[in-house]
């Protein structure tokens, strides 16, 4: 398959691995950003084949993972309600609320429907004029061009009953959140492709500046892994920072410009909560006064007053943070497992805890006899 | 077998009681004369043996098991929705499923039966068309309905309808293919392309097009078992139902106490499904399958094995993907496209495709 197969290639990741191990004289730790990242690196197995000098920690880069508690409880409360069909992503269904997830609604009887676009939900709102759609906006700035576009076209066509409940997040203050805080220690970031093939990178400019660090943006699939870190590396390695691009063939320095017109257009900068690590100033958008017809939010008021429960023993937060590996929660793989999720970290298929129990790495204690992974590097 | 094939009601031995009626009422599942109409004038035709013909309450089978020989027993219920999907239907998912399950123990499928649960409302020729695409596929497989039955439900209390068949198969003397059968060393072999019919189903239900048109590969299996077993020692077969190749091998690790290691490279994928699963976030390995079997076989058969499923119309794209190892018991891992390692978990739940 083209621009796929080619860039999981095992020769080629042996090269670049063989660079790696030569470029690198010292320990030098580094930031995935995106959850997708997270789960290509450890579903290939990468993280295993890396030279010991690199340590890759796990960032925020999970929508599905970031989105606030109180949000999950609002989508619930509105999903619930016999006047409203509740469409969403499929991810968030799993994600637990204070008390179930989205799945228990539609089980209970709710009217909620996974859609792979937002403009399906809109289709959904025409076809069903007596009930209000609600659409579950959330996303880093990659699916705001879309979810914008829905709105807009709600407004064009004149449909009464079409609202979204908004929570976008952007990664720029989240890396300023993050080089701010004096728990995390960061060398270098792997910016996320995909929001990148939106926003640019322009905008990673006065931030590599500021902090001096390389901020490389980077590719999904391993080759594309294992570019942004030897570029990383390398400037590393000869005391350089700057924004480098290892993403060329999606990614250019201005991004898409219709796309960022339309998210301009619909959406405005606001402070965001990020679920487990509390809120990061101008970290998100949320629909400009314009819009307030389409909020959800403003639509039904009675769900401004959730009061929400999060489990005291995740530490979603932590992992999100890339403080802690998913295998340093005392919960993970007893109380903690995509059947049981505690935090959304588990749940979505960007999670950094869903990944490493997925794809294995760790000891089970369970039914089966007890084994060990080996996580020698090869 | 086309939806938009019409029923030809007036090929039909006395039509006049059929085509009052273009859709299910109540009544079709009273017991009285309406139903057995429906039974006279659509099942019986459609099955025609002489086993359905005794009309008993139960059916007798003559044939015993002759000694030195087991019975297989397995059900399975059709729920499908779309009815009619590419590349196959409710009707002959309900006659392969159920033969395929009896073909898994190495048993020669003998009769099945089949119960009826239509939803009051359902168009008669939407049934007429199950039914009849079931009885070729009954014909194709070797297989006769012997007993069925049938149940009306109010609308709105069913998906059209459901289709339960259960099937009694005869397993020659000597044969052992059973679960807890793999042993260390033996070849893990797949008999075709992964992921076909969960993809095609998703595409109908989702109404997602795909440039080229994906088809669910429902199929009967147990001609292909028989060439199998032919060409040596089989320890374990299981089809690759939901949950897909990833649940088989979990199941199969898990029951007979062994460790699986496979290569994902060597899994036959269809360049379509492989396109359409990196589209929506989905993992082949983990998407249904219909007339696809896993196979764990003695090492030194692996490749005569191979050979006669290359010979057989559902075995052309088969291939050995694996080995089943004393390591990790139960566990099941897989070396990835870059050569790195990853472990094959059973799956979570259903299906989500990602986000971004």
Same mark, same amino acid.
């Given at each position: 398959?083209?621009?796929?197969?080619?860039?999981?290639?095992?020769?080629?990741?042996?090269?670049?691995?063989?660079?790696?191990?030569?470029?690198?004289?010292?320990?030098?730790?580094?930031?995935?950003?995106?959850?997708?990242?997270?789960?290509?690196?450890?579903?290939?197995?990468?993280?295993?084949?890396?030279?010991?000098?690199?340590?890759?920690?796990?960032?925020?880069?999970?929508?599905?993972?970031?989105?606030?508690?109180?949000?999950?409880?609002?989508?619930?409360?509105?999903?619930?309600?016999?006047?409203?069909?509740?469409?969403?992503?499929?991810?968030?269904?799993?994600?637990?609320?204070?008390?179930?997830?989205?799945?228990?609604?539609?089980?209970?009887?709710?009217?909620?429907? /996974?859609?792979?676009?937002?403009?399906?939900?809109?289709?959904?709102?025409?076809?069903?004029?007596?009930?209000?759609?609600?659409?579950?906006?959330?996303?880093?700035?990659?699916?705001?061009?879309?979810?914008?576009?829905?709105?807009?076209?709600?407004?064009?066509?004149?449909?009464?009953?079409?609202?979204?409940?908004?929570?976008?997040?952007?990664?720029?203050?989240? /890396?300023?959140?993050?080089?701010?805080?004096?728990?995390?220690?960061?060398?270098?970031?792997?910016?996320?492709?995909?929001?990148?093939?939106?926003?640019?990178?322009?905008?990673?400019?006065?931030?590599?500046?500021?902090?001096?660090?390389?901020?490389?943006?980077?590719?999904?699939?391993?080759?594309?892994?294992?570019?942004?870190?030897?570029?990383?590396?390398?400037?590393?390695?000869?005391?350089?920072?700057?924004?480098?691009?290892?993403?060329?063939?999606?990614?250019?320095?201005?991004?898409?410009?219709?796309?960022?017109?339309?998210?301009?257009?619909?959406?405005?900068?606001?402070?965001?909560?990020?679920?487990?690590?509390?809120?990061?100033?101008?970290?998100?958008?949320?629909?400009?006064?314009?819009?307030?017809?389409?909020?959800?939010?403003?639509?039904?008021?009675? /769900?401004?007053?959730?009061?929400?429960?999060?489990?005291?023993?995740?530490?979603?937060?932590?992992?999100?943070?890339?403080?802690?590996?998913?295998?340093?929660?005392?919960?993970?793989?007893?109380?903690?497992?995509?059947?049981?999720?505690?935090?959304?970290?588990?749940?979505?298929?960007?999670?950094?805890?869903?990944?490493?129990?997925?794809?294995?790495?760790?000891?089970?204690?369970?039914?089966?006899?007890?084994?060990?992974?080996?996580?020698?590097?090869? | 077998?086309?939806?938009?094939?019409?029923?030809?009601?007036?090929?039909?031995?006395?039509?006049?009681?059929?085509?009052?009626?273009?859709?299910?009422?109540?009544?079709?599942?009273?017991?009285?004369?309406?139903?057995?109409?429906?039974?006279?004038?659509?099942?019986?035709?459609?099955?025609?043996?002489?086993?359905?013909?005794?009309?008993?309450?139960?059916?007798?089978?003559?044939?015993?098991?002759?000694?030195?020989?087991?019975?297989?027993?397995?059900?399975?219920?059709?729920?499908?929705?779309?009815?009619?999907?590419?590349?196959?239907?409710?009707?002959?998912?309900?006659?392969?499923?159920?033969?395929?399950?009896?073909?898994?123990?190495?048993?020669?499928?003998?009769?099945?039966?089949?119960?009826?649960?239509?939803?009051?409302?359902?168009?008669?020729?939407?049934?007429?068309?199950?039914?009849?695409?079931?009885?070729?596929?009954?014909?194709?497989?070797?297989?006769?309905?012997?007993?069925?039955?049938?149940?009306?439900?109010?609308?709105?209390?069913?998906?059209?309808?459901?289709?339960?068949?259960?099937?009694?198969?005869?397993?020659?003397?000597?044969?052992?293919?059973?679960?807890?059968?793999?042993?260390?060393?033996?070849?893990?072999?797949?008999?075709?392309?992964?992921?076909?019919?969960?993809?095609?189903?998703?595409?109908?239900?989702?109404?997602?097009?795909?440039?080229?048109?994906?088809?669910?590969?429902?199929?009967?299996?147990?001609?292909?078992?028989?060439?199998?077993?032919?060409?040596?020692?089989?320890?374990?077969?299981?089809?690759?139902?939901?949950?897909?190749?990833?649940?088989?091998?979990?199941?199969?690790?898990?029951?007979?106490?062994?460790?699986?290691?496979?290569?994902?490279?060597?899994?036959?994928?269809?360049?379509?499904?492989?396109?359409?699963?990196?589209?929506?976030?989905?993992?082949?390995?983990?998407?249904?399958?219909?007339?696809?079997?896993?196979?764990?076989?003695?090492?030194?058969?692996?490749?005569?094995?191979?050979?006669?499923?290359?010979?057989?119309?559902?075995?052309?794209?088969?291939?050995?993907?694996?080995?089943?190892?004393?390591?990790?018991?139960?566990?099941?891992?897989?070396?990835?496209?870059?050569?790195?390692?990853?472990?094959?978990?059973?799956?979570?739940?259903?299906?989500?495709?990602?986000?971004?």
């Amino acid at each position: 398959m083209k621009y796929v197969e080619e860039y999981r290639d095992a020769d080629l990741t042996r090269k670049l691995l063989e660079d790696l191990r030569r470029a690198a004289t010292r320990s030098w730790t580094l930031m995935e950003v995106c959850g997708g990242q997270t789960h290509s690196i450890i579903k290939s197995g990468l993280d295993q084949m890396l030279p010991p000098e690199i340590n890759l920690i796990h960032g925020p880069g999970c929508p599905v993972c970031v989105t606030p508690l109180e949000l999950v409880d609002k989508a619930i409360a509105l999903a619930s309600r016999p006047d409203v069909i509740f469409t969403s992503y499929g991810d968030m269904l799993r994600v637990p609320g204070s008390d179930r997830d989205l799945f228990a609604v539609k089980a209970a009887g709710g009217d909620v429907r /996974i859609v792979y676009s937002p403009l399906d939900a809109l289709k959904i709102a025409k076809k069903n004029p007596d009930k209000t759609v609600v659409f579950f906006a959330i996303g880093f700035e990659t699916t705001a061009p879309a979810n914008a576009m829905a709105v807009v076209q709600a407004k064009t066509q004149g449909l009464k009953n079409f609202a979204v409940l908004v929570s976008h997040v952007t990664v720029p203050a989240a /890396i300023i959140a993050l080089m701010d805080s004096p728990d995390v220690s960061v060398d270098g970031f792997l910016a996320a492709g995909h929001v990148c093939t939106v926003m640019g990178y322009w905008e990673y400019e006065p931030l590599a500046e500021k902090y001096k660090i390389p901020i490389v943006v980077t590719g999904f699939e391993p080759v594309d892994i294992l570019h942004g870190i030897l570029d990383c590396v390398r400037e590393l390695e000869a005391g350089r920072f700057g924004v480098g691009n290892a993403y060329a063939r999606s990614v250019s320095r201005d991004g898409n410009k219709p796309a960022q017109a339309v998210i301009r257009k619909v959406f405005e900068m606001t402070d965001r909560g990020w679920r487990g690590i509390g809120v990061i100033p101008m970290s998100g958008y949320r629909l400009r006064e314009e819009f307030a017809a389409y909020d959800a939010e403003k639509r039904f008021p009675e /769900i401004q007053t959730i009061r929400t429960h999060e489990s005291p023993l995740c530490i979603s937060g932590l992992v999100l943070q890339g403080r802690k590996k998913p295998l340093e929660c005392p919960a993970f793989g007893k109380e903690c497992t995509p059947q049981t999720p505690l935090g959304a970290t588990m749940v979505s298929s960007e999670g950094a805890c869903a990944a490493y129990y997925r794809y294995g790495r760790y000891e089970r204690k369970n039914n089966a006899p007890e084994q060990t992974v080996s996580t020698e590097n090869q | 077998m086309l939806m938009t094939e019409k029923l030809n009601l007036l090929g039909w031995t006395c039509p006049r009681p059929l085509q009052n009626y273009p859709t299910i009422v109540m009544g079709h599942g009273a017991g009285g004369k309406m139903m057995s109409d429906l039974i006279e004038h659509l099942f019986a035709p459609a099955f025609d043996n002489e086993w359905l013909g005794q009309m008993g309450d139960s059916t007798v089978l003559e044939q015993a098991a002759a000694s030195g020989q087991l019975l297989a027993f397995t059900t399975d219920s059709f729920v499908v929705s779309p009815l009619f999907f590419p590349g196959g239907n409710i009707g002959e998912l309900a006659v392969y499923g159920t033969v395929n399950d009896l073909a898994m123990r190495g048993a020669k499928p003998l009769a099945l039966s089949a119960g009826f649960i239509l939803e009051e409302g359902l168009p008669m020729d939407v049934l007429g068309n199950a039914v009849t695409a079931m009885a070729a596929a009954c014909r194709k497989a070797g297989v006769k309905v012997a007993t069925g039955d049938t149940k009306v439900v109010q609308r709105g209390h069913g998906d059209g309808l459901y289709i339960n068949t259960s099937g009694i198969g005869v397993i020659p003397e000597g044969l052992d293919i059973g679960p807890a059968n793999a042993r260390p060393g033996d070849a893990i072999l797949v008999s075709g392309t992964m992921g076909d019919h969960g993809i095609a189903i998703m595409s109908v239900r989702e109404g997602l097009t795909f440039q080229t048109e994906i088809r669910s590969d429902t199929a009967p299996l147990n001609g292909l078992v028989e060439a199998m077993i032919s060409a040596g020692s089989v320890h374990c077969l299981r089809d690759a139902t939901r949950g897909g190749l990833a649940a088989v091998l979990n199941e199969l690790a898990g029951t007979s106490k062994a460790g699986i290691e496979f290569d994902e490279q060597k899994v036959p994928l269809r360049p379509e499904v492989n396109a359409a699963c990196e589209m929506l976030g989905l993992d082949p390995l983990y998407v249904a399958n219909e007339g696809k079997l896993v196979a764990i076989v003695a090492a030194d058969r692996a490749e005569a094995i191979l050979e006669a499923m290359h010979r057989h119309e559902y075995g052309r794209d088969a291939a050995i993907i694996g080995t089943v190892v004393s390591e990790h018991p139960g566990l099941v891992t897989a070396k990835t496209s870059i050569g790195g390692m990853r472990v094959v978990d059973l799956p979570a739940g259903e299906l989500l495709p990602r986000i971004c």
